[in-house]
């Protein structure tokens, strides 16, 4: 049966792909835009005002927050502030109507594995883990509490703690496939660090799981294969048939990166506990299939070069 879903943040990397995933099964998809509408499946809003032009608008199936500034940039003072109050400032807008969108809609809403803290070594980390103390740990536990004031009169709230998404578009590839289709996209500091790993295609397929059952909470949407980044940067070299011998050094990378540095350098062995117990099925297991699929449309820019 076709429902209708509300999707905030549907423009950016996985929220298009979820957007494209929900029409192909029949779902349809109102976007939440900040610019007027241009089509019946848009409304406007304007999280800073805590606005949300819902005068006509019919009830919804269920509500999708994937609003967020994007974390893989350099932290300026300012834009840590954007990082925070980006995320923030959307939940709690959504959160005050959802009244207005359906009885006991249910919200799914955005997190992030940077909640756990940026480097945990060896410790398996599941979602009942305690939170770290980093900078990007406070963001998560702030965004996830904002999620979690929804949580009135059995409304379900699922927070979706996404780990680092492996896509052709961006995600936690972006900046690797140029330099490892030059045969630079050697480890990343000692590369022994744990890197909490999905492939773009499971992270669309975790939120429709999200979306049909009655899952609640956090979930760690990460892959069950876990990877040291050596191994995924090798795993990416053999796919584009490219050496990986060139590290990137942990000094090199902080001067370029600051702060954002030590969540790129730190260790997360995280369990995907909850979709384990729930019946979600991967498609991609291992990080040697998800990386060949990623790395198959540069591969052949390789061969043509």
Not at 63 to 79: E, F, H, K, M
Not at 134 to 139: D, I, R, S, Y
Not at 202 to 228: F, K, Q
Not at 263 to 280: A, M, Y
């Amino acid at each position: 049966m076709a429902r209708r879903i509300l999707v905030s943040g549907a423009s950016g990397l996985i929220g298009t792909e979820l957007r494209t995933a929900l029409a192909a099964r029949g779902d349809q998809v109102i976007r939440l835009v900040r610019r007027p509408p241009s089509s019946a499946d848009e409304i406007r809003w304007d999280p800073t005002a805590g606005h949300i032009d819902l005068d006509g608008v019919e009830p919804v199936d269920a509500v999708v927050n994937l609003s967020g500034a994007p974390v893989a940039r350099r932290w300026t003072s300012r834009y840590k502030r954007e990082l925070l109050t980006s995320r923030t400032s959307t939940t709690r807008t959504l959160v005050r109507h959802l009244d207005r969108l359906g009885d006991q809609v249910p919200l799914l809403n955005a997190s992030a594995v940077g909640i756990y803290g940026s480097d945990r070594g060896e410790e398996e980390l599941t979602e009942a883990s305690a939170p770290g103390h980093t900078f990007l740990a406070e963001v998560v536990k702030a965004w996830e509490l904002e999620a979690c004031a929804a949580q009135t009169n059995g409304r379900r709230v699922t927070l979706a703690r996404t780990g680092l998404v492996l896509s052709a578009e961006g995600g936690a590839l972006g900046p690797l496939l140029p330099l490892a289709r030059l045969g630079l996209g050697g480890p990343i500091g000692s590369g022994r660090q744990w890197w909490p790993w999905i492939s773009m295609e499971d992270e669309v397929r975790a939120l429709l799981h999200m979306i049909d059952t009655e899952v609640h909470g956090p979930v760690n949407l990460v892959a069950p294969g876990s990877a040291r980044q050596g191994d995924i940067a090798m795993a990416l070299a053999r796919a584009l048939g490219r050496p990986a011998f060139v590290p990137a050094p942990a000094t090199a990378l902080r001067l370029a990166l600051g702060e954002l540095a030590d969540d790129i350098l730190g260790s997360q062995l995280i369990r995907p506990g909850v979709l384990e117990q729930t019946g979600f099925v991967w498609r991609h297991a291992r990080v040697e299939d998800a990386v060949r699929q990623v790395a198959s449309p540069w591969h052949d820019l390789t061969v043509r070069a």
